[in-house]
Antibody
Framework: EVQLLESGGGLVQPGGSLRLSCAASGFTFSSYAVGWIRQAPGKGPEWVSSISASGDTPYHADSVKGRFTISRDNSKNTLYLQMNSLRAEDTAVYYC???????????????WGQGTLVTVSS | QSALTQPASVSGSPGQSVTISCAGTSSDVGAYNFVSWYRQHPGKAPKLMIYDVSNRPSGVSNRFSGSKSGNTASLTISGLQAEDEADYYCGSYTGTDSPVVFGGGTKLTVL
C-alpha cells in the first residue's frame, strides 16, 4: 500500500523558514517522480514543485522560484521542501504526492499524503 | 498559468447523473489529452478518479467517466450515491516547466 507521510509544518513568521519532509513507503521510491502541491483554505490545489525520480531535475512554480527548493534522498525514501522567505500567501496545507513516471513533468498525481499545515503569520 | 474554470457547485439526487465541467485554454486542456480529476472529502487528501481524460485508476467505480471537447473537459458521475458528495477538482498538463494546473473546484451536493 502506497503511503506518504508529511511532517514539518507549523506556524512561522513572515520571512521565516521551514523544511517539510515526506516519508514514502509501499512503492519503489527511486523509480517515480514526486512533488509538492499546496491548497490554501477554501481554494483549489496549486502545484508547487516536482522532482525527477533520480533527483537531478527539479521544477518549481514561478510563485516559489528562488524561495523554495525541492530535493529527495532515495536512500531514505524521503522527499523534502525547503521553504525560505515565507510570505502570508504561502499559508496552505502542503501535500506530498506521487506520479506514475520518472519525469517531473508528469501530468497527474496518483497518490497524495494527508498533508501538513503551514501557517505564515506574525 | 491561470487556474482552470469549474462551476462552484452542482447537485443531484441519488441515482441521478451529474456532469462537472472544466474549462481551460488551447494551451492546456485543448492541447493535450492529459486531463485528470480528483475527489476530496472534507479534511481529507485528494483522490485520483480519472487520468488522461477518460481512464480510471484501479479501484475507481465505473460510475465515474471523463471526456473532453475542445478546451473543456467533463466529469460525469452516474448513479449518484451519498458518498459522492465531495469537492471535485480537475487538473491539466500544460507542457511547460510548471507542468500541472488545477481548477478551483466544484462542490457536489447529493440531495
Amino acid at each position: 500500500e502506497v503511503q506518504l507521510l508529511e511532517s514539518g509544518g507549523g506556524l512561522v513568521q513572515p520571512g521565516g523558514s521551514l523544511r517539510l519532509s515526506c516519508a514514502a513507503s509501499g512503492f519503489t521510491f527511486s523509480s517515480y517522480a514526486v512533488g509538492w502541491i499546496r491548497q490554501a483554505p477554501g481554494k483549489g490545489p496549486e502545484w508547487v514543485s516536482s522532482i525527477s525520480a533520480s533527483g537531478d531535475t527539479p521544477y518549481h512554480a514561478d510563485s516559489v522560484k528562488g524561495r523554495f527548493t525541492i530535493s529527495r534522498d532515495n536512500s531514505k525514501n524521503t522527499l523534502y521542501l525547503q521553504m525560505n522567505s515565507l510570505r502570508a500567501e504561502d499559508t496552505a496545507v502542503y501535500y506530498c504526492a506521487k506520479t506514475e513516471g520518472a519525469s517531473p513533468a508528469w501530468s497527474y498525481y496518483s497518490y497524495w499524503g494527508q498533508g501538513t499545515l503551514v501557517t505564515v503569520s506574525s | 498559468q491561470s487556474a482552470l474554470t469549474q462551476p462552484a457547485s452542482v447537485s443531484g439526487s441519488p441515482g441521478q447523473s451529474v456532469t462537472i465541467s472544466c474549462a481551460g485554454t488551447s494551451s492546456d486542456v485543448g492541447a493535450y489529452n492529459f486531463v485528470s480529476w480528483y475527489r476530496q472529502h472534507p479534511g481529507k487528501a485528494p483522490k485520483l478518479m480519472i487520468y488522461d481524460v477518460s481512464n480510471r485508476p484501479s479501484g475507481v467505480s465505473n460510475r465515474f467517466s471523463g471526456s473532453k471537447s475542445g478546451n473543456t473537459a467533463s466529469l460525469t458521475i452516474s448513479g449518484l450515491q451519498a458518498e459522492d458528495e465531495a469537492d471535485y477538482y480537475c487538473g491539466s498538463y500544460t507542457g511547460t516547466d510548471s507542468p500541472v494546473v488545477f481548477g478551483g473546484g466544484t462542490k457536489l451536493t447529493v440531495l
